[in-house]
Nanobody, 115 residues
Framework: QVQLVESGGGLVQAGGSLRLSCAASGSVFSISVMGWYRQAPGKQRELVAAVTSRGSTNYADSVKGRFTISRDNAKSTVALQMNSLKPEDTGVYYC?????????WGQGTQVTVSS
């Protein structure tokens, strides 16, 4: 099993920046993909960004050019640098990893962007 601990998040004005971090522990050797999802009030959870163990990245169209995902395989961590934040980026952000074909989720961290 894999345990995920998230940090970061908070309240920021539109145009500001935040950085989310997620540290994995447990069976980290089996982790393939690491990423971030978000869920806005009344909406479905959606993929924000993901990175494979080889460094290939995938971003939601809505965050391309503003968010950057990075991964440290040696430390089993994944980070999401969020710049030029918009009110529509508000939501609960969840760290997600796939390990041995099983998805694991963090507890979620709130990001609120005020206009």
């Amino acid at each position: 099993q894999v345990q995920l601990v998230e940090s970061g998040g908070g309240l920021v004005q539109a145009g500001g920046s935040l950085r989310l971090s997620c540290a994995a522990s447990g069976s980290v050797f089996s982790i393939s993909v690491m990423g971030w999802y978000r869920q806005a009030p009344g909406k479905q959870r959606e993929l924000v960004a993901a990175v494979t163990s080889r460094g290939s990245t995938n971003y939601a169209d809505s965050v391309k050019g503003r968010f950057t995902i990075s991964r440290d395989n040696a430390k089993s961590t994944v980070a999401l640098q969020m710049n030029s934040l918009k009110p529509e980026d508000t939501g609960v952000y969840y760290c997600n990893v796939a390990a041995g074909g099983v998805p694991y989720w963090g507890q979620g961290t709130q990001v609120t962007v005020s206009s």
